[in-house]
């Protein structure tokens, strides 16, 4: 089963490569006595400016290579890994995967995916955008970026812009014939802004991520937003402790729904770590919340037709109507668990959280967002890692917006949030269609009708 990549440039060639050297590694390890075996091999490049102050910090080029092997003696499993493809270094690989999997124990639950479960179609899924600027002209823009954000009247200082673009190519092949093909690209541009002297002084920025350098914004715009969220946190106050609503802002909402995916994820369910053990089929968010995995989103940032495992990926309702439809699993914890794999080996494949609310029409609009608030706390920024996926229990620190009567009102600082996250999922009163499409979390900004926020 092989994928087909039609492309101009030197990637199929790349690929083929890969390709080529999985499958000669795992007749190799079948001759060392492997009853099965896996390979990842990948190649990623990339360019990386940094510009401060007009002046350049750091230019870097990369060129990575990774390769994985995993080999099973029965159900004795073992694995190395190198980041060099020099013949003597995949040979010494093999060694030492196979010398690992024979004095492991037997584990039930080790092996390949099921042969049945195999991806068979490989759709094109509008990943791969290369864009290879000179150092010259990524050099400009990071001058550009910064220097817009600069011409705000409140910045009195610079952390930086930074320029990045960078290509990635992998197969990942196994021993029940599945050899699959990918590739795909990421670009960046980001800038850091201070505002105000001395203890006064406010630290934020912007950043922009895509897999097509075509659908950037105007440069200047990503420095003008950079310096107007930075001037913004001018004069922050902190908070006396009290309850409110609470809206986390879409840049900050999908660390919300990545605790959820951790809490029903394979790993933590069958050690029984995660406050949402035995949730399949219960309500874990209101009845209006539906989420999505959409694993074909043309150019999404986790777009796949299969898994870590070669198994093929699908698009399913992970949350429907509130109740969970189903856990996030591989092979491995499937198994464990005594059910079968979702095809969530390596992680989810494009989240689409839908907007809606409890009551009334779906906000459409961060302002919307902010009436429906009210009077409480918007949060922009989280800190730190207060959060446990055993209990639930959540509490981080936090800087954002203070809104009265669904206007901002004044700048907040130095405070904490707090609740149970089994709790705050069902509080849940509004999602907007404010989304952040800069990572594989595709949500609104998320309102929650009461948190604790302790500060003064």
Same mark, same amino acid.
């Given at each position: 089963?092989?994928?087909? #990549?039609?492309?101009?440039?030197?990637? #199929?060639?790349?690929?083929?490569?890969?390709?080529?050297?999985?499958?000669?590694?795992?007749?190799?390890?079948?001759?060392?006595?492997?009853?099965?075996?896996?390979?990842?091999?990948?190649?990623?490049?990339?360019?990386?400016?940094?510009?401060? &102050?007009?002046?350049v910090e750091t230019v870097?080029?990369? @060129?990575?290579?990774?390769?994985?092997?995993?080999?099973?003696?029965? =159900?004795? *499993?073992?694995?190395?890994?190198?980041?060099?493809? /020099?013949?003597?270094?995949?040979? !010494?690989? &093999?060694? =030492?995967?196979?010398?690992?999997?024979?004095?492991?124990?037997? %584990?039930?639950?080790?092996?390949?995916?099921?042969?049945?479960?195999?991806?068979?179609?490989?759709?094109?899924?509008?990943?791969?955008?290369?864009?290879?600027?000179? $150092?010259?002209?990524?050099?400009?823009?990071?001058?550009?970026?910064?220097?817009?954000?600069?011409?705000?009247?409140?910045?009195?200082?610079?952390?930086?812009?930074?320029?990045?673009?960078?290509?990635?190519?992998?197969?990942?092949?196994?021993?029940?014939?599945?050899?699959?093909?990918?590739?795909?690209?990421?670009?960046?541009?980001?800038?850091?802004?201070?505002?105000?002297?001395?203890?006064?002084?406010?630290?934020?920025?912007?950043?922009?991520?895509?897999?097509?350098? *075509?659908?950037?914004?105007?440069?200047?715009?990503?420095?003008? /937003?950079?310096?107007?969220?930075?001037?913004?946190?001018?004069?922050?106050?902190?908070?006396?402790?009290?309850?409110?609503?609470?809206?986390?802002?879409? +840049? $900050? !909402?999908?660390?919300?729904?990545?605790?959820?995916?951790?809490?029903?994820?394979?790993?933590?369910?069958?050690?029984?770590?995660?406050?949402?053990?035995?949730?399949?089929? *219960?309500?874990?968010?209101?009845?209006?919340?539906? &989420?999505?995995? *959409?694993?074909?989103?043309?150019?999404?940032?986790?777009?796949?037709?299969?898994?870590?495992?070669?198994?093929?990926?699908?698009?399913?309702?992970?949350?429907?109507?509130?109740?969970?439809?189903?856990?996030?699993?591989?092979?491995?914890?499937?198994? /464990?668990?005594?059910?079968?794999?979702?095809?969530?080996?390596?992680?989810?494949?494009?989240?689409? #959280?839908?907007?809606?609310?409890?009551?009334?029409?779906?906000?459409?609009?961060?302002?919307?967002?902010? =009436? @429906?608030?009210?009077?409480?706390?918007?949060?922009?920024?989280?800190?730190? =890692?207060?959060?446990?996926?055993?209990?639930?229990?959540?509490?981080?620190?936090?800087?954002?917006?203070?809104?009265?009567?669904?206007?901002?009102?004044?700048?907040?600082?130095?405070?904490?949030?707090?609740?149970?996250?089994?709790?705050l999922f069902m509080r849940?009163?509004?999602?907007?269609? %404010?989304?952040?499409?800069?990572?594989?979390?595709?949500?609104?900004?998320?309102?929650?009708?009461?948190?604790?926020?302790?500060? +003064?």
């Open positions: 089963m092989k994928t087909a #990549v039609v492309a101009a440039d030197g990637s #199929v060639a790349e690929l083929d490569r890969l390709a080529e050297l999985a499958e000669d590694v795992i007749r190799r390890a079948g001759k060392a006595g492997a009853s099965q075996a896996e390979v990842s091999a990948s190649v990623g490049t990339g360019l990386s400016v940094n510009v401060r &102050l007009g002046e870097e080029r990369n @060129r990575d290579r990774g390769f994985g092997l995993t080999v099973y003696f029965g =159900q004795r *499993k073992g694995s190395a890994s190198t980041a060099d493809l /020099k013949p003597s270094s995949i040979e !010494a690989t &093999l060694a =030492q995967a196979c010398a690992i999997a024979r004095y492991t124990e037997e %584990d039930p639950c080790a092996g390949l995916a099921d042969a049945s479960r195999m991806a068979t179609a490989f759709p094109d899924l509008d990943l791969w955008h290369p864009w290879e600027p000179e $150092v010259e002209r990524a050099i400009e823009i990071g001058r550009a970026v910064e220097a817009a954000g600069r011409a705000h009247a409140a910045i009195t200082n610079s952390e930086g812009a930074s320029v990045q673009c960078g290509s990635g190519m992998g197969v990942y092949a196994n021993s029940l014939g599945f050899v699959g093909r990918e590739r795909g690209t990421h670009h960046s541009i980001s800038c850091s802004l201070i505002a105000g002297k001395g203890d006064a002084m406010q630290r934020d920025g912007w950043y922009e991520y895509v897999r097509d350098a *075509k659908v950037f914004p105007a440069f200047d715009s990503i420095g003008r /937003k950079a310096a107007e969220r930075t001037a913004a946190r001018l004069d922050a106050r902190r908070l006396g402790t009290r309850e409110c609503p609470v809206l986390f802002a879409p +840049e $900050v !909402a999908r660390s919300l729904i990545s605790h959820l995916i951790s809490a029903i994820s394979g790993g933590s369910l069958y050690r029984r770590a995660s406050f949402l053990l035995d949730h399949a089929g *219960k309500p874990v968010l209101p009845a209006f919340v539906n &989420l999505f995995e *959409k694993p074909f989103l043309p150019g999404g940032h986790a777009s796949g037709a299969f898994d870590a495992e070669g198994v093929a990926t699908r698009e399913s309702a992970l949350v429907e109507g509130g109740v969970l439809q189903h856990y996030v699993l591989g092979s491995y914890s499937a198994r /464990k668990l005594g059910l079968e794999t979702t095809g969530n080996a390596g992680g989810v494949h494009n989240l689409v #959280v839908e907007a809606g609310a409890r009551e009334g029409d779906a906000p459409t609009t961060f302002e919307a967002m902010l =009436q @429906r608030l009210g009077t409480g706390l918007v949060v922009t920024e989280l800190i730190g =890692q207060g959060v446990s996926i055993v209990t639930g229990d959540y509490s981080r620190g936090a800087a954002g917006f203070w809104v009265e009567n669904g206007v901002i009102a004044y700048p907040v600082q130095e405070i904490t949030i707090a609740g149970n996250l089994r709790d849940v009163q509004a999602i907007g269609s %404010d989304v952040d499409t800069r990572a594989s979390i595709l949500t609104g900004s998320i309102l929650i009708d009461r948190m604790t926020v302790a500060g +003064e």
